[in-house]
């Protein structure tokens, strides 16, 4: 491998202008593993179209990696599985997968994966979206046979850079907070461009399982790279912050 990813390098794929999904990912992969990020890009004047294209274009944005040595790609946009097709999606990632001999892993698809390891079917759900990626994300996650509970949605600036990207993790917090206690097998605070961490590692709740686009997407590479199925016994961990929270706490100067 590579001097600073002995066990594993990861691609890792992320909208141009987002701002958390690669920090989180550096904070949570443990030592000996490491991501380098190749940056989606699209001009579409929309947000929705720009999450399109990014599907429509990840072929060619892997090769930014050229023959990087990586073990396994992560597609770290939530938003971008709601908008296209699952057949056609997972055709395709299964394609490029096969042509490049190496895992390819959604956050969408490892947040289902860690839900249907909790053994989870009613969710609470935080989330930062507008209103057209929000409804079509309930469709989503209704149609992987999960029941939407409670759902507590953010409101982000539309002045700013990005109505998503700019909120701070005191957002994650507070909409954490208004579902704690809900009757719900599991809570997931949707976005990969919101930061969480410190959210999970603050949480007052400790009975409801809560996951995160990023903190799935990381969990759900390295059981790749396994070949074996995903378990609760490998995802507790990660929930619990074992794994990552030291890392966090450093990078944050605690």
């Given at each position: ?38 940056r ?8 929705e179209?720009r ?23 992560g ?59 929000h ?25 700013a ?20 206690g ?52 490998s ?20």
């Amino acid at each position: 491998m590579t001097e600073y990813a002995s066990k594993g390098l990861f691609g890792l794929l992320t909208p141009q202008a987002n701002t958390t999904a690669e920090l989180e990912v550096q904070i949570l992969c443990p030592p000996g593993y490491a991501a380098l990020t190749a940056r989606l890009t699209s001009d579409r004047p929309t947000m929705e179209d720009r999450l399109i294209d990014y599907v429509a274009q990840m072929d060619d944005t892997i090769t930014r990696f050229a023959n990087a040595p990586i073990k396994a790609v992560g597609f770290a946009c939530t938003g971008a599985s709601y908008l296209v097709d699952p057949d056609e999606e997972r055709r395709s990632l299964d394609a490029i997968a096969q042509r490049r001999g190496i895992p390819f892993v959604t956050a969408a698809q490892a947040i289902t994966d860690a839900l249907n390891c909790l053994g989870a079917r009613r969710i609470g759900v935080v989330s930062p979206y507008g209103d057209s990626l929000h409804d079509a994300g309930m469709v989503y996650w209704t149609a992987r046979s999960f029941d939407i509970g409670p759902i507590e949605r953010l409101a982000g600036q539309e002045a700013a850079f990005h109505p998503i990207y700019s909120l701070s993790g005191n957002a994650s917090r507070a909409g954490l907070e208004a579902l704690e206690g809900s009757d719900v097998d599991a809570i997931v605070i949707l976005g990969t461009g919101l930061a969480t961490l410190g959210t999970l590692l603050g949480r007052q709740d400790q009975r409801i399982p809560v996951l995160t686009p990023n903190l799935a997407l990381v969990w759900g590479m390295l059981e790749a790279l396994t070949g074996l199925a995903p378990t609760r016994a490998s995802l507790d961990p990660w929930l619990d912050g074992s794994i990552w929270a030291h890392r966090y706490r450093e990078r944050m100067g605690g």
